[in-house]
């Protein structure tokens, strides 16, 4: 009877005990929400944002326009302990390491725009030399040389019979024999106006014989560009039988885009690099900005002039 007595005693004691347990653990599980939301509660929303579009901010909870979700709020402890207030620009660490940001030092200087066009190579306009006759005559003999081939300064292209010099000559002669100088002086003069070059005329005074054919040279050298003379044929005085380029310098002619052509100005200097000279450096000037666009492209044609150093002949 005892032993029953003591064992009930026992079953009853643990049964309170595990109804005190149970009662206490429901009871701390019931507090503790509602101590987050009491601490959550002592927090003033600054805003309300889309995670999805963060940069829009909203003075009030409610539906995002942008996302069908619920607003987010901003409380005031968010900013973290360094003490920023929320007006400083926060991103978040993990949107930081996916779209690869770096942090650098802030640098002051002064920018440079570089601008990087292609262009052509051509001659240089204002480096040309137009060999015509001097006279009327008949081609006796024309050089082996075509267009495109490079020349000395003052190398010969043609000789050429010009009948009326011969009788010019012939005269300066007869009064040169004479020994009036003046008379010879006034032949002289005859013989220059006639188109006779200097060089002729000193050397029909200094063999003392008839030179009716002339040779005509380039006054520099470049480039033949035409030679429009062959042998046997008739020139009259002042026809064009020759073109010379200078190589002193080239152009390039480079296309601008329309709204980059206000960084450019006459005299700047520029850098060419050339496909056919890799490694190599080169200086310019701009020389000429022509006032037309291009219709097709909007670009602005600009000339470079630069030594030919370039250009390999």
């Not at 005085?237 to 002619?253: E, R």
């Not at 520029?270 to 890799?278: A, C, I």
């Amino acid at each position: 009877m005892t032993d029953r007595l003591i064992k009930g005693a026992l079953l009853g004691g643990v049964l309170l005990l595990g109804l005190g347990g149970g009662y206490w653990l429901a009871q701390m599980r019931t507090a503790q929400p509602a101590m987050a939301m009491q601490a959550a509660g002592e927090k003033k929303a600054l805003y309300w944002y889309d995670p999805m579009y963060p940069q829009q901010k909203f003075d009030k909870p409610g539906k995002s326009p942008f996302m069908d979700m619920q607003l987010v709020p901003r409380y005031g402890g968010d900013e973290g302990d360094s003490g920023e207030s929320s007006a400083a620009i926060r991103i978040d660490s993990g949107l930081t390491q996916n779209i690869g940001v770096r942090l650098a030092p802030v640098t002051r200087g002064v920018l440079t725009a570089n601008l990087d066009v292609s262009g052509i190579l051509a001659f240089n306009d204002r480096d040309v030399a137009v060999v015509q006759a001097r006279a009327a005559g008949f081609v006796q003999r024309v050089y082996a040389l075509a267009p495109g081939d490079v020349l000395k300064a003052n190398a010969p292209l043609a000789d050429i019979l010009v009948p009326d010099w011969a009788a010019a000559q012939e005269e300066f002669l007869a009064l040169r024999s004479t020994g009036d100088r003046s008379l010879i002086a006034a032949a002289r003069q005859r013989l220059l106006l006639s188109g006779m070059p200097a060089g002729l005329v000193a050397q029909v005074e200094r063999s003392g014989r008839v030179q009716a054919v002339s040779t005509l040279t380039t006054p520099l050298g470049g480039a033949l560009q035409t030679l429009d003379v062959r042998e046997g044929m008739t020139v009259a005085t002042g026809q064009t039988l020759a073109k010379v380029n200078g190589l002193a310098t080239v152009w390039l002619q480079v296309a601008v885009p329309e709204a980059q052509g206000a960084t450019l100005a006459v005299g700047q200097s520029v850098q060419t690099h050339f496909v056919g000279l890799p490694g190599k450096t080169f200086s310019g000037t701009v020389s000429a900005i022509l006032p037309a666009t291009a219709m097709d492209s909007r670009t602005v044609q600009v000339c470079l002039i630069r030594t030919a150093a370039c250009v390999r002949v």
